[in-house]
């Protein structure tokens, strides 16, 4: 499952079973994930919600205040260096699958696993989100923005290399760089379909 993920959205996961374990907990709950988000401020899913006007350290505390008390530290048990996730953690997970699949993106960032905590809105995380007024919505408009922005600054440079190669200079791959710009066009153009789409249903 985990081979889509993208480096960032690994490290969330990694630091969601991190507060896990720290919480002497048995598993990886929904507001470990988020946690493990805010751990990684540089991520998109932390630059959306800093877009949305949230504060990472406010959202962090409200996290903390409404997880259940900590385990009983002085009982020494035995436990798997990874937690099992419980069945609303499941979920977000695989929302963040579907979130990625309508898209139209075969790898699974930051921002789905944002989109997967929002959308299980039984979660402790998807509360808080809540109580932030952060949406599914909002969360998805500013993805596509950002998207949009990210493939756009790589279309400039994929571009900027071709104009290289035009005035002389070699290029290692022709054919691969052909390859990037094809892809760059059929991510912008679904990028497009996604945002046209949206503003038809407004």
Do not use: W
Request: hydrophobic letters at 40%.
């Amino acid at each position: 499952m985990y081979e889509r993920f993208t480096e960032d959205a690994r490290k969330i996961m990694q630091s969601a079973n991190q507060r896990a374990c720290e919480s002497n907990g048995e598993y990886c709950e929904t507001e470990h994930i988020l946690l493990g988000l805010l751990d990684n401020p540089h991520s998109i899913a932390a630059d959306i919600l800093r877009n949305l006007g949230s504060d990472l350290k406010q959202i962090a505390a409200m996290v903390r205040e409404n997880m259940p008390p900590l385990g009983d530290k002085s009982i020494v048990t035995s436990k798997p260096t990874k937690l099992p996730q419980t069945p609303l953690a499941k979920k977000v997970v695989e929302y963040a699958i579907e979130g990625a699949r309508n898209l139209k993106q075969d790898y699974l960032g930051t921002e789905h696993l944002l989109y997967g905590l929002i959308r299980e809105a039984n979660g402790i995380a998807g509360q808080v989100l809540a109580h932030f007024g952060i949406t599914i919505d909002k969360v998805r408009k500013e993805t596509l923005s950002i998207l949009g922005l990210t493939l756009l600054q790589e279309g400039v440079q994929v571009l900027n290399k071709g104009t290289y190669a035009l005035k002389g200079k070699a290029v290692e791959d022709p054919t691969e760089l052909a390859k990037t710009i094809t892809a760059l066009c059929q991510n912008l153009s679904n990028v497009t379909i996604i945002v046209t789409g949206e503003k038809k249903a407004t």
